[in-house]
């Protein structure tokens, strides 16, 4: 008997669906399996579809993005209504994602950042049409409704995707593995101390090496190994897009604590190799994060 899956997308940019579509003639391995009710990004299925299913008759409801918009919020609570299994699918999904990275100002700085301030503005006034509404933060999904499984990435590999949804079909688990980034990785790590840290164009990168050792903000150590580390592999540090591995609670925390731990270098070096401290250290994650969550607080209370 075929299930029945429903593909919804939130505040995102597409590259989730993307990565399914990607399997080509992969994707025969679980279509066939598969009724497909609602993939807007796809097929042009309307909110009324989804809205008009009955509760929890959908098996999968895979959710791309995350709420950035009241609508957005109702899209994932009729989800969530219609949906057995609930998969937080991507970072954007599973952590808030680059949007998250909003939260470090209020809705109202953004607002004024975009229609008033930007350098590019010639009538500088908010909208009093067509803007949907905003919701105040950006934050993971699962922190604003139930989910069954995570398939995390940025976007996930469509090899990620294929196997949750072969396990989900079956009825098994669809289980995150504590691994990290190295230890998916070739290259040999030392755990050097390092004095300085190198942008990527800058200075000549040993294939063979680490590239944390070689000074190379290489995320790595604190990212979930689901990739096959794909861009050191290609001599690119791990920018983290797949977030921690499930025994890591904060990912920048985490990388925060562990490069003070290796770097032999003073606040003032440090705060001048990491110009953006959050976007480097919380990519895709910061929605998630305690930071965004006490920042959010002390907005609550005035401070
Ligand atoms: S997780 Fe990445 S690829 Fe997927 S929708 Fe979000 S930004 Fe796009
Ligand atoms: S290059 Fe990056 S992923 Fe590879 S071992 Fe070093 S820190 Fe880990
Ligand atoms: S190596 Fe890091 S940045 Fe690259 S795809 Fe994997 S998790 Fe993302």
């Known amino acids: 008997m075929t299930k029945r899956i429903a593909l919804a997308q939130l505040s995102s940019c597409w590259g989730c669906d993307q990565s399914l579509v990607d ?118 999904n699962p922190a604003i409704v139930r989910f069954e499984a ?6 996930p590999t469509s090899d990620n995707t294929l196997e949750a949804l072969s396990a989900l079909i079956t009825g098994s688990p669809y289980d995150l593995p504590d691994k990290t980034v190295c230890d998916q990785c070739p290259k040999v790590r030392e755990d050097k101390r390092i004095t300085k840290f190198h942008r990527t164009h800058e200075g000549k990168i040993d294939p063979d090496r680490c590239l944390l050792d070689q000074g190379y903000l290489c995320l790595g150590f604190a990212t979930i190994g689901l990739c096959g580390a794909q861009c050191p592999t290609v001599n690119t540090p791990c920018k983290g897009c797949f977030g921690p591995p499930p025994s890591i609670k904060d990912h920048g925390a985490k990388i925060i604590s562990a490069l003070g731990a290796i770097a032999d270098m003073d606040p003032e070096e440090l705060k001048e190799a990491f110009p953006d401290p959050i ?9 998630a994060s305690y930071l965004s969550k006490i920042k959010q607080k002390g907005r609550k209370s005035g401070k």
């Not at 995570?150 to 976007?155: E, H, K, L, N, R």
């Open 23 to 140: 399997l080509h003639l992969k994707l025969l391995d679980v279509l066939p399996e598969l009724e497909i009710v609602y993939w807007p990004a796809v097929v042009d299925f309307k909110m009324k579809d989804l809205e008009a299913l009955p509760k929890g008759s959908v098996h999968i409801g895979m959710v791309e993005g995350s709420c950035r918009t009241n609508e957005d919020v109702h899209l994932l609570k009729v989800m969530r209504e219609k949906s057995k299994i609930l998969v937080a699918w991507g970072s954007c999904s599973a952590y808030g994602g680059v949007q998250g990275l909003g939260n470090q100002w209020s809705l109202k700085e953004l607002l004024d950042r975009k229609f008033m301030e930007a350098d590019t503005i010639t009538d500088a006034r908010i909208p009093d049409k067509y803007l949907p509404g905003f919701t105040e933060v950006v934050q993971a």
């Open 150 to 155: 995570a398939v995390p990435g940025c976007p």
């Open 279 to 287: 976007g480097s250290f919380y990519f895709t994650d910061f929605g």
